[in-house]
């Protein structure tokens, strides 16, 4: 009979054995994981430092841009620093302004698609609250309120060309509402201060202008066209080149609005070139005067995109003695020299501006 004594000693030592090397397996898999883990943990903050980084990238680029854009505005100015009758005023529309003034010329809004169609909530505001804002300034002070409308608010026309009589044919819900409606409200509100508060109002219906100083990049047809040109890029036309514009230099308008300010005449009135262009005829034009060699690049056409644009002027001229006379390829040179000045000018400054797309109906893009 064999004595349990020494049998028991012997397995305890077993045991012992075998419970040190699990703990000290134990040990080295935990520090494996914890290794694995701040490994992992590491990658994942590399990643995400990557990924704030790109975000970071994304919020402070269009700023960049923005801040570029108030710069150009600044040197628009800058000529009439220090004229005893100039004063720069920083201010947002959609905020009151308490100050004394006899006339205002209420011409606060982003006017191009791309612009507009960018913070659609601001734009409504801009154009109502801000308009209630100038609104109530002009009953404050006593002054009389020129409001900056425009062509946007007879839609796709289906009255060609347009007069002041036309109501206009506008999707109210569709991507460029918040401009058409916007403006075609802000009338509104002008013709109920008129008859509710005694306001004198002024309101112009502004169609495409072009000329010196407007936004390189803003996205509307003339800026597009000058910039790809100039920079040897193809010339980009929404749709088939079909639908037409009327394009006045903004020394006209200027004359138009000075003097629908100094008239008797409160109801709406046109201010635009009746001369009527297709787009693709306007492209072809500006191609000839940069003297570029672009090709012309159609892209799926624009939503809402009117495809008709004239204005009937008839009242201008009779009310306000008022039509335009600067030739369209006179004011399209004074623009593209400009345009290369400015680019020049940018390009010493590491700044290259882009034109801006238009948003698009879906399909293929083909080039001519």
Known sequence: MVSKGPLLRLLTAINRRRMKLLMGLAFVAYVASVWGNFVNMRSLQENGDQKVESRIE??????????KDLEKRKRNVEHWIGHENFELINHDVVEPLYIEVDQIYHLASPASPPNYMYNP????????????????????????????????VYGDPEVHPQNEDYWGHVNPIGPRACYDEGKRVAETMCYAYMKQEGVEVRVARIFNTFGPRMHMNDGRVVSNFILQALQGEPLTVYGSGTQTR????????????????????SSPVNLGNPEEHTILEFAQLIKKLVGSGSEIQFLSEAQDDPQKRKPDIRKAKLLLGWEPVVPLEEGLNKAIHYFRKELEYQANNQYIPKPKPARMKKGRTRHN
């Open 58 to 67: 994304e919020a402070v680029a269009p700023l960049r841009e923005k801040i």
């Open 121 to 152: 909530i601001k734009t409504l505001k801009t154009n109502t609250i801000g308009t209630l804002n100038m609104l109530g300034l002009a009953k404050r002070v006593g002054a009389r309120l020129l409001l900056a409308s425009t062509s946007e």
């Open 246 to 265: 009327a394009f006045q230099y903004v020394s006209d308008l200027v004359n138009g609005l000075v003097a629908l300010m100094n008239s008797n005449v």
